[in-house]
């Protein structure tokens, strides 16, 4: 690491790149708010709001009822929620600043890691158009606090492999212990940040923190992570049983990156930085390797056929590591050419804006509500019967409506509900009618289909009559789909 290009510098070139830092996180920030409320939320983030709307002092007792993941960002966001509201928006705003300072961070990281303030502002760029990224940013959960508080412990660890300074121990040590509070995979990240601290005692230099002291720091947050560790090793012993199969290594690393073609951007500036840093014998090389594999292979090594453990987004820290080391070898070319794969970076970027392979489609449940709430009557119904992830926002959207949402097992009464109105994830274009019903009209929302069933008429005594006589029909009824 140069230890010179570390901290400030008076080259003349540096304010414009302070400028430049200056206009990627406003860029970051304008990406992370733009439709930040546009999708409805979805079954998670309705989790969230649980025990975001919780007694202060019951968070604790909510997030051990309603979540597997420590209590951290729950608690961030019950405070949050008292000012801000329960607002799609407000929710979600929180995670875009999370993501916005990570962007910042991992500009330090590039810095100080490779002694580059180039480096780093090529990092900070690519962050702040990372499709998988930004997802994150705009969703009420964990995981844009994680990778921010894992960023600012790989960047502390840095320095303390640098300099003996007691600010960056103290850091470090708040970092990683609310990381751990903030999802136990961080556990992962942190093992990789251990490697290379070994990596560097055996490689040389030794780093300015001994190895005693770097012991005696493990353990300091391991303790102030030891009231949530009985938990998470509950987790750990239970499983994950809402994960039917792990994702696998290339699949997640597809993920990441955004797209198939921002993935073969990324392999061959990844190939650039590791002939260039084999050739030069740069140890620093070795981080960005760690943090690639670790949090990915880690948590699949524990997968088995009973067993699953991992989806991407419990690795999200690889996004860093994968943008860190790409931005190292852009860096390490000639001017033109980083400017150009830039662009294209960007310009790959942008059409997909927040979307990545593998992502969870937020199905428009408020929109179903809207428009259930602005042609309903009080005696009809809404029924979920095959989606259980919806049954959590459609209690959020229309738990207050006056509406009777009936449960999934529940056979909806024709003659109590004359009107149902039925949510399907996939819209069937012949859906099984509901026994009584008989007419229906169809709306179709994102991710989903509502139908509106009407109770067949109760037939009326008629006269008797011939076999010639002529038989009403009536228009209006459509006859149940075969």
């Not at 690519?126 to 960023?151: D, G, K, N, V, W």
């Not at 490689?203 to 938990?231: E, I, N, Y």
Request: charge should be positive.
């Amino acid at each position: 690491m140069n230890e010179t290009s570390a901290d400030a510098s008076t080259h003349p070139h540096d304010s414009w790149l302070t400028l430049a830092l200056a206009a990627v996180l406003l860029v970051a920030l304008a990406m992370r708010l733009w439709g930040i409320g546009a999708q409805s939320l979805w079954h998670d983030e309705v989790l969230t709001t649980l025990s975001a709307t919780a007694p202060f002092s019951g968070v604790l007792e909510s997030v051990e009822r309603n979540e597997n993941k420590p209590p951290l960002y729950f608690i961030v966001m019950n405070l949050w929620v008292r000012a801000a509201g329960l607002s799609e928006a407000a929710l979600r705003l929180p995670s875009a600043l999370f993501g916005v300072a990570a962007v910042a961070v991992i500009y330090l990281i590039g810095r100080d890691l490779f002694g580059d303030r180039v480096v780093g502002l090529i990092a900070a760029l690519l962050l702040a158009f990372s499709r998988y990224h930004i997802a994150y940013s705009q969703e009420a959960r964990t995981y844009s606090l994680l990778f921010l508080l894992l960023l600012l412990a790989g960047w502390f660890a840095v320095r303390m492999i640098r300099r003996k300074a007691l600010s960056d121990q103290i850091g470090y040590v708040f970092a990683a212990a609310l990381a751990m509070y903030a999802h136990p995979f961080a556990a992962f990240a942190l093992l990789a940040l251990n490697l290379f601290y070994v990596a560097c005692y055996v490689l040389g230099p030794k780093p300015a923190t001994d190895l005693r002291r770097w012991l005696v720091l493990q353990l300091a947050f391991s303790l102030l992570f030891w009231p949530w560790l009985a938990k998470t090793w509950l987790v750990v012993k239970t499983g994950l049983p809402w994960i039917v199969q792990s994702t696998s290594f290339p699949m997640a690393m597809l993920s990441y990156a955004g797209s198939g073609a921002l993935a073969a951007i990324l392999v061959v500036l990844i190939g650039v930085a590791l002939a260039y840093g084999l050739i030069k014998r740069e140890r620093e090389i070795l981080l960005p390797v760690l943090l690639m594999i670790l949090p990915v292979l880690g948590p699949l090594a524990f997968s088995s056929r009973l067993y699953q453990t991992f989806i991407p987004r419990y690795g999200i820290v690889v996004v860093g590591a994968l943008l860190l080391f790409a931005a190292y070898g852009l860096a390490r070319l000639r001017p033109w050419a980083t400017v150009l794969i830039c662009a294209a970076y960007v310009a790959v970027s942008l059409p997909g804006y927040g979307n990545y392979p593998g992502a969870e489609v937020k199905a428009d449940i408020r929109g179903a509500a809207r428009h259930i709430l602005a042609n309903a009557k009080p005696t009809d119904a809404v029924w979920n019967p095959s989606e259980p992830l919806f049954a959590r926002p459609i209690d959020h959207y229309l738990g207050k409506s006056g509406l009777t949402l009936l449960a999934q097992g529940e056979a909806p009464d024709p003659v109590r509900f004359p009107r149902l109105w039925v949510i399907y994830g996939v819209g069937p274009e012949d859906p099984p009618v509901p026994a009584g019903y008989g007419s229906y009209r169809i709306a179709p929302f994102a991710g989903l289909v509502l139908f509106e069933f009407a109770a067949r008429p109760e037939p009326a005594t008629a006269p008797d009559v011939t076999e010639d006589s002529p038989q009403p029909v009536n228009s209006a009824t459509v006859p149940p789909p075969r």
